[in-house]
């Protein structure tokens, strides 16, 4: 069975599916890898526009590999926690905007990962959480990091704390998620919000970006200097002519990413 199905769209759209329904599509070395192998390909790959990522049946992934959790030493369990936050730093910085639908449960190296896209929406069947410490361990793929930019410190406190899971509600609200579906139209949403990003400049939506990644931990002062200087390189491409071009007569704009 393959564990990771793909399909790329004739918009751009390339949808990831996390395929192990009968373990919750938890996240094991083939899943990891899978991933891996396709950002790499989808960075390079002028087709590929947008990531969307998404689980077979009803979880979207219910957490990283116990098996091997579970054989982990101090040594082995820093490997096996850099080897994750690796694969999640390949989508976060792929210059390539994701979006994760969230179908389901959506728990430990699961919320991990939807973390790590650029968006998430969720179906009403979506829970989210952080339950590492009932193992006795913490969230070792980004969690303890990516929640709390995401939701606050207050709040990631509670979820890592507790290991206590949240309805897909509750994850709106706290900004967790960014929609609320129906699970019947989650897919088609997703694709329509992804769509809508890719008919825009690709090299503004790049710089955006890549100005909040690595933004965010500067100063304000060279956060903002970022950002003008990333706004000057937008300036100079033909997308800007275009943009501005097709506002000023009333036109939809053509981006080529140049």
Not at 146 to 168: E, N, W
């Amino acid at each position: 069975m393959t564990v990771l199905m793909s399909d790329l769209a004739s918009n751009g759209i390339l949808t990831l599916k996390i395929n192990r329904p009968d373990k919750l599509n938890a996240l094991n070395q083939d899943v990891l890898d899978g991933f891996s192998d396709a950002f790499t390909q989808a960075k390079s790959d002028p087709q590929v526009k947008g990531i969307l990522l998404t689980g077979e049946g009803k979880a979207f992934c219910a957490g990283a590999d116990i098996n091997r959790l579970a054989e982990c030493s101090a040594e082995t369990g820093y490997q096996f926690a850099q080897q994750g936050q690796a694969v999640f730093r390949q989508l976060e910085t792929l210059g390539k905007p994701s979006l994760a639908a969230i179908n389901g449960f959506t728990f430990g190296g699961g919320c991990e990962l939807a973390m790590s896209a650029h968006l998430r929406i969720g179906s009403n069947k979506a829970q989210f959480g952080q339950p590492e410490v009932k193992l006795g361990v913490i969230p070792g793929y980004g969690g303890t990091q990516r929640l709390a930019r995401l939701v606050g410190k207050g709040r990631a406190l509670d979820l890592c704390m507790t290991g206590r899971f949240i309805k897909a509600e509750e994850a709106l609200t706290w900004g967790l998620i960014t929609e609320l579906t129906e699970q019947e139209s989650l897919l088609t949403r997703a694709e329509e919000i992804l769509a809508g990003i890719i008919e825009l400049a690709p090299l503004a939506i790049r710089s955006v970006m890549e100005v909040i990644d690595k933004g965010y931990e500067l100063s304000l002062e060279e956060a903002l200097h970022l950002e003008a200087v990333h706004f000057g390189l937008t300036c100079a491409t033909a997308d800007k002519q275009e943009g501005v071009n097709a506002f000023l007569t009333k036109r939809k704009a053509e981006f080529k990413g140049e």
